[in-house]
């Protein structure tokens, strides 16, 4: 059974918040996506300053991973002349841009734009190889936050084709909670047909599948 800070000790909870707050500006990416992954999972909403003070620091950490990347990439040529190349740093990755995008979504707070546009580019084309329990919690995080976050139409074409090539895969449940989702992208982005035909599909194989 999933905790919930709401019944297990919310005073505990918001003590914590209030506690970390002033180091939030100062926490590396690992720390802070944890921090937010892990209140994001207990079902604790520390407040709309918090949470803004939160996405402050998501941008700052992928602002810094954007930077190393970029060094380490107008590096590349003399360290490949050098010897062996390392190992150089390619800004957040996607699991790390997933727990911020979603651990704020979950906190009741709206992901800023930037960190939106990253998590799509990062996990659009990963989104056919995850496994349905995965897939569906993103779809189902984004789709049940306040407000509900709408993905874009690249990443919605990448949904619907992971969802209809692993279709088989799902237990029925999933796809409940997946129908339940697309049906709300579609009504933020009512013109995007794939996300209308997956909608159709999910429904009919509920039905007859």
């Given amino acids: 059974m999933d905790l919930d800070a709401r019944v297990s000790n919310p005073d505990w909870y918001d003590a914590l918040c209030r506690h ?7 926490m590396p990416a690992d720390a802070l996506c944890e921090l937010v992954g892990a209140l994001g999972a207990l079902g604790h909403a520390p407040g709309a300053a ?9 941008l700052r950490v992928m602002a810094q991973a954007q930077a190393a990347a970029a060094r380490a990439g107008a590096g590349s040529a003399a360290a490949s ?3 062996p190349a390392l190992q150089r740093p390619t800004g957040l990755t996607s699991v790390q841009l997933e727990a911020l995008v979603c651990g704020m979504a979950r906190l009741g707070g709206a992901p800023p734009a930037a960190l939106l546009q990253s998590f799509y580019a990062s996990t659009g084309p ?4 995850m496994p349905p329990d995965r ?3 993103i779809a189902s995080t984004l789709a049940g936050a306040s407000p509900p976050v709408a ?8 949904l619907a084709a992971a969802v209809r090539q692993g279709v088989m895969s799902y237990s029925l449940v999933q796809l409940d909670a997946m129908a339940r ?12 047909g794939p996300t209308a035909d997956l909608l159709a599909f999910l429904r009919e194989f509920c039905l007859y599948g």
């Fill in 20 to 26: 970390v707050a002033a180091w939030l500006p100062l």
């Fill in 50 to 58: 918090w949470v803004d003070r939160c996405g402050a620091a998501a």
């Fill in 81 to 83: 002349a050098a010897g």
């Fill in 126 to 129: 990963q989104l056919a190889s």
């Fill in 135 to 137: 897939l569906t919690a």
């Fill in 151 to 158: 993905p874009e139409p690249d990443w919605l074409d990448e």
């Fill in 181 to 192: 989702a697309v049906a709300v992208f579609q009504g933020l982005r009512p013109t995007h």
